[in-house]
T-cell receptor
Framework: DTGVSQNPRHKITKRGQNVTFRCDPI?????LYWYRQTLGQGPEFLTY????????KSRLLSDRFSAERPKGSFSTLEIQRTEQGDSAMYLC?????????????FGSGTQLSVL | AQSVTQLDSQVPVFEEAPVELRCNYS??????LFWYVQYPNQGLQLLLK??????LVKGINGFEAEFNKSQTSFHLRKPSVHISDTAEYFC????????????FGTGTRLTIIP
């Protein structure tokens, strides 16, 4: 159990560019979550997967955002045509089958800076 | 919809002194309550949780919290803090135990003064 892994740790991009983040959950965790945390705020829910199915998306997830989990293992979060307002820490979390919130494990996040 | 309010954005406390971090929530249905801690450059870590039963819950690192339904509060306490407790603390709520979608407060930065 190596924990939830997120790459890259930091990403600096110019406005209008596309970026993609990766999350590797804990092995055999079937649920995977994405949250966004802006400066001075708590994490905000973006979306979650159960295996490869994306079951819920927040209204925060505009059309420029897309998340995938093609084989029910790792997940990617892509932001197209980035805007300065997208600058934030993007957190990934996972939990095992049948577990509740007590088994939710967070990664260290990817810090995105849009210039 | 539910919401969480953490009124104190920063709390400085002398080492070995007691501390209380306040959390109030709003929800039209029953809730589950959590406290998470975030150390610098690390992910969120669960400190403790209230799901049901005893309203006083104990967590890791000597922290405890009390669920008060009438006050809609879930304040976090520690009788004697240590330098290593310096971190950001987040209160969170969910309304469905099986769905881990959490609503977080804005966080309280706890700074321990030697």
């Amino acid at each position: 159990d190596t924990g939830v892994s997120q790459n890259p740790r930091h990403k600096i991009t110019k406005r209008g560019q596309n970026v993609t983040f990766r999350c590797d959950p804990i092995s055999e965790h079937n649920r995977l979550y994405w949250y966004r945390q802006t400066l001075g705020q708590g994490p905000e829910f973006l979306t979650y997967f159960q295996n490869e199915a994306q079951l819920e998306k927040s209204r925060l997830l505009s059309d420029r955002f897309s998340a995938e989990r093609p084989k029910g293992s790792f997940s990617t979060l892509e932001i197209q045509r980035t805007e300065q307002g997208d600058s934030a820490m993007y957190l990934c979390a996972s939990s095992p089958r049948g577990a509740g919130n007590e088994k939710l494990f967070f990664g260290s996040g990817t810090q995105l800076s849009v210039l | 919809a539910q919401s969480v309010t953490q009124l104190d954005s920063q709390v400085p406390v002398f080492e070995e002194a007691p501390v209380e971090l306040r959390c109030n929530y709003s929800s039209s249905v029953s809730v589950y309550l959590f406290w998470y801690v975030q150390y610098p450059n690390q992910g969120l870590q669960l400190l403790l949780k209230y799901l049901s039963g005893s309203t006083l819950v104990k967590g890791i690192n000597g922290f405890e919290a009390e669920f008060n339904k009438s006050q809609t509060s879930f304040h976090l306490r520690k009788p004697s803090v240590h330098i290593s407790d310096t971190a950001e603390y987040f209160c969170a709520v969910s309304t469905n135990f099986g769905n881990e979608k959490l609503t977080f407060g804005t966080g309280t930065r706890l700074t321990i003064i030697p």
